[in-house]
Each structure stands twice: as C-alpha cells, then as structure tokens.
C-alpha cells in the first residue's frame, strides 16, 4: 500500500535497512542505543531492522561496552564475510581485477600486463573473464556470492536496455562497444550477478569520496591523471559523482593533436603519454621498450637526479611546462564548479606525488578567479594505484546498501497481475 507520498510499506522497510546498514558500515561497531540517533529510527524499529539483518546474516556482534550503571550494550557490525564484491581496472599500462569482502578487504587479485596494441577489445575481455575466474579460485569463493562486478573503463559509458553498458572511449579506439555483453558471453557467472560499468575517473572519484581524502567535503573534484586525464564531479546533487570529460577541454587553439583526434585539448599536454612524447621530441631519451610507468620513472629521475649529478634541462622544462598546462585546466574546474577539494590521483599523479603538486597548485590559483580560488584545496589522493578497483568494487556494494541488503534480483519476464503486486508490496521483508 502506498502513503501519501508514493512510497510503500516495502519502500519504507528497505529504507530503514538501508540507514541502518550504512551507519555500521561507515561508523560501527554501534549499539542499538547509538543507531537510534544516527539514523533517526525509533528504537523499536532499530530493533526490528537489527533483528532482519542478524537473521539474514549481514550483521554480527562484535563484542560490548558498559553503559551508564545499566547492562553492558552490545556493539553490532556488519558482518565481512556476507558478501563479495569484484572491481576491475581497465588501466593504461594492466588491466587489475580484485575480490574483496564486504568490509572491501582484499581477497585475491590478479593483474594482466597491457602490450602496445592494449586496447584491443577482444584481449581485455579475455583478461577480465580470466581474471575473475583466477581471483575467485584463489580465495575459493563461490561465484553466486558475488554482490557484482564493478569496472572502471576509459570513455563514456552509455547504458542501453538492449545490450547493457556500451563503452565510447574514442582515445582508446573503441566506438559503441557493449562490453557488458560481451563479457556475459562465455562468463562461468550466473546470469544474475550483475556488472557496474563506469568511468574509471568515477570509480577513482567513489573510492576517495567514501574512505579516502574526500571523505566529509559535499562538493569535490577528483582527477584521474595517468596516460589521459579525466576527473569527477561529487555535489550533493551528484552524489555518487559524475564522470567528467575534463581532458578534452581546448587549452591552445591549432594546438598539440590529442589522441582523441581534436587539437589542442588538455589531454595532449597534460597526460603522461604527451608528456613523455614532448620530452622525446625536445631531445630527451625515454628508455625503449618500456611502459609508460617505468619511462616516467625514468623521467623524473633525469629531472631531479640523486646524489649531486646534473638535472637534464629538457625533462625538468616539460615537467615544469606539465605542472602549469595542469594548474591552468584546474583553474577551469575551480571557475566551473567552485569545489571544497580537488585530489589528484591516477598512477602518474601518484608518480609525481609532492614533487609536483607544489607547482600545480600555484598555477591553479593564478589562473582561477580568486574567490572560489581562495576556498579550494588541491591535495593528493590517498588510496593509492589500487583506487581505481576499490571504487570499482564500491559500485555493487552501493548498490547492495541502496537495496537494503538485498541482493538484485532478475526482472520477470511479463509484469505481475495487479492484485499479485499488491500482495508482494505487503508481504513482509
């Protein structure tokens, strides 16, 4: 039965599940006493919800404390091992895939190295479908525990009823690609687990929102600086964030060509595959026949050399050049969106680290208006290469919590009877 406000008993019970599931997962352990004003609940339905989530095995006690001269009050939490998740990174250089519980403690993980020819869409489905298949024979999980896969892609994801999530990642030379289907296509998955298909600046952005450095800002920008750059949008509006295509923005007109084929963009300056072809076209000399990890290495050792030799004159130019093309399309996000935090993270921006960031942050407050300029902190990321797979893997479990614990169910194939709909909105849950 719906109320007034279109939600029914069910919207309701699910509502309540979901609150209480969120507030022991972000602030537990928690007693029944401390749920009632975090959540807002009356302690009776605490109680009941509490009661649900014991019996269907997603809460545990974890121990008790002493309370005010009353009986010591029991500490709840959510319970690990009740549900697994998968996050992959469809990366530069490797495509990760990792299996986490449900506290996203790393279970098993596997990593499949990228040739020149890396973005070839039949290789990386092979690599997914293997890799997934490898990290659950590892941790020796079933594959009907799986909560979902989380992947982190480049491009925009379009979600189509047809053929699920279709990938335009025009750098990548993917046009239309339903990567979703295509890996239904032979996966030893059940047909129910579901696939979360998402920017990979998106995924970076969910985990450092959720358990990194972005945790308590309501408007934020997290950017992904690797081969490419891209960033994500976090406002209370957009609360799970907003994949921004930020690289493409135009810097220099009838500038450098980007690899997405258009002049000019940020992406062509500010990315490390730019940066490393301009320090290879002022005269310097990347290592051969190695990744782009390993060349920036190389670098930026060549820039701030050890041990009191001379700096090369050409990388530390490009380097500082870099700094300030970033600091520049920074300030256009800070002119855009006036944002509490800007974290930078990505393989490359980690690379760089403390080194870099100093410069970036003063060309990006040059180049800003000084209001919002004069609001904003620039800092790094803080999870780390594995960012990318943690906020991939954070999908389904996002979507897990939005359902009140519940697991997703396939949708019937005709619409139920009206009167066998209203039976299943009061049946109890």
């Not at 807002?40 to 009661?51: E, I, Q």
């Not at 999980?141 to 335009?168: K, Q, S, Y």
């Not at 990194?212 to 690797?226: D, E, I, K, M, S």
């Not at 135009?250 to 500010?270: H, I, M, P, S």
Request: net charge negative; aromatic share 6%.
């Amino acid at each position: 039965m719906a109320g007034r406000n279109g939600r029914t008993v069910r919207d309701l019970r699910r509502a309540n599940r979901t609150a209480v599931l969120q507030r022991l997962y972000f602030d537990g352990p928690l007693s029944r006493f401390e749920l009632g004003p975090v959540t807002g609940l009356s302690s009776g339905s605490v109680s009941n919800v509490v009661a649900d989530l014991v019996a269907d095995g997603l809460v545990e006690e974890a121990g008790s404390v002493d309370s005010d001269g009353g009986r010591p009050r029991t500490l709840l939490r959510v319970a690990p091992g009740s549900g697994h998740m998968i996050g992959v990174d469809v990366g530069e250089t490797r495509v990760r895939i990792e299996l986490f519980d449900l506290a996203l403690t790393e279970l098993a993980r596997a990593e499949r190295p990228l040739t020149p020819q890396r973005y070839d869409v039949e290789v990386i489905v092979d690599h997914v479908r293997a890799g997934i298949a490898e990290v659950l024979t590892a941790a020796d999980i079933a594959p009907d525990r799986l909560l979902g896969v989380g992947i982190g892609v480049p491009g925009i994801v379009e979600r189509t009823a047809e053929r699920g999530a279709v990938v335009h990642g025009q750098t990548i030379g993917w046009d239309a690609v339903p990567l979703e289907a295509l890996l239904r296509t032979g996966s030893h998955l059940p047909g129910s687990i579901p696939y979360f298909i998402d920017n990979g600046a998106k995924t970076l952005g969910q985990a450092e929102m959720w358990f990194g450095a972005g945790r308590g800002a309501r408007n934020a920008l997290v950017v992904l600086f690797g081969s490419g750059v891209g960033a994500c949008l976090v406002t209370p509006e957009v609360e799970h964030g907003r994949a921004v295509e930020w690289g493409h923005l135009t810097v220099r007109v009838r500038g450098r060509r980007c690899r997405c084929g258009a002049l000019g963009c940020l992406e062509a300056y500010a990315g490390a595959e730019s940066l490393l072809a301009r320090w290879r076209e002022e005269g310097g000399r990347p290592p051969a026949d190695t990744d782009e990890e390993t060349a920036l290495t190389a670098m930026l050792a060549a820039a701030y050399p050890a041990g009191g030799e001379s700096a090369d004159p050409v990388a530390l130019a490009v380097l500082e050049e870099t700094a300030e093309y970033l600091g520049a399309g920074l300030s256009d996000l800070i002119n855009l969106f006036q944002p509490e935090r800007i974290l930078i993270g990505g393989w490359a921006g980690l690379q760089l680290g403390t080194r870099f960031l100093p410069a970036v942050r003063r060309h990006a407050v040059s180049y800003a208006l000084r209001h919002p300029a004069g609001k904003v902190t620039i800092d790094l990321g803080r999870l780390g290469p594995d960012a990318v797979t943690v906020g991939a893997a954070v999908l389904p479990l996002a979507d897990f919590f939005a359902r009140g614990g519940r697991r997703a169910e396939p949708e019937p194939e005709s619409p139920l009877p009206a009167w066998r709909a209203a039976l299943a909105e009061r049946a109890p849950h």
